[in-house]
């Protein structure tokens, strides 16, 4: 009796370590958001999204990533608090500075010189700015909100583009968004799973693409991978990673 009570307390120990019974599985670790459509989603669909998603560094180190900013077709700079919901965007065509909190809609904004404080005013301008960091971030982070509430996605088999063989996956809305009528088709990697081009659908109904872009030169930022400074030249550049950054960024101009 003596040498078995070691013995099973070395097999408990065991078993406690075994990674691969504490594991968990791809879905487990990306639980889809409250109003995703998993009803109307097929698991083909699912599998391949979570797939993306551990590909991209994984839910866990996408919650925890804190700030990144990035450059918008050479247009305007943003600069997101994950955490926190606020967000700096600064506008070279039109010299105004959005600070606005995307969670609550509330925030600043200075045109040039002069900073608005007329509520109807302010508040269309705020509206402003987080249409235009819902557009901006979707361009940076589509692959990380893949499974986000009111999407529904498809998977479309394989598919061909520019003598390449790839996954493709379609995803539609549901209220959600300033554009739900739009559609997006993913074209993503067979071993790597990673997103490597998506085509554009101005309509659901549509059978013809609006454009089909490049979705490439990952880099890894912080825990994560991202696509910035694309071949096609668009989309987001200069993208960084940060884990902590000065308050005042997003409260003064």
């Not at 391949?48 to 994984?58: N, T």
């Not at 549901?174 to 554009?200: F, I, M, S």
Request: glycine share 6%; charged share 25%.
């Amino acid at each position: 009796m003596k040498y078995l009570l070691p013995l099973i307390v070395l097999a408990l120990l065991v078993s406690a370590c075994n990674p691969s019974e504490n594991k968990k599985t791809l879905a487990e670790q990306n639980p889809p958001a409250e109003g995703f459509d998993l009803v109307g989603s097929d698991p083909a669909a699912v599998e391949l999204a979570d797939s993306i998603m551990h590909a991209m560094g994984g839910r866990e180190n996408w919650d925890n990533t804190r700030f990144i900013s990035w450059n918008f077709f050479g247009r305007r700079d943003l600069t997101w608090d994950k955490q926190t919901g606020r967000v700096r965007i600064v506008s070279q065509p039109d010299s105004t500075i959005y600070l606005v909190n995307v969670n609550t809609g509330a925030g600043r904004v200075r045109i040039k010189e002069t900073e608005i404080t007329e509520p109807d005013s302010l508040k269309k301008l705020l509206d402003k700015a987080k249409s235009i960091w819902i557009n901006d971030s979707y361009w940076l982070v589509m692959p990380f909100k893949i499974k986000d509430s009111g999407v529904t996605i498809k998977y479309m088999g394989e598919d061909s583009l520019a003598g390449q063989r790839y996954n493709s996956l379609v995803l539609t809305f549901q209220e959600v968004g300033v554009t739900p009528q739009n559609k997006y088709k993913l074209y993503v990697d067979k071993k790597e799973k990673l997103v490597r081009h998506w085509a554009y659908y101005s309509n659901a109904t549509q059978d013809t693409a609006n454009f089909v872009r490049a979705w490439d030169n990952y880099q890894k930022y912080g825990n994560i991978l991202l696509s910035g400074d694309r071949t096609d030249g668009g989309g987001p550049k200069s993208v960084k990673v940060d884990e902590s950054l000065p308050d005042a960024l997003f409260t003064e101009f």
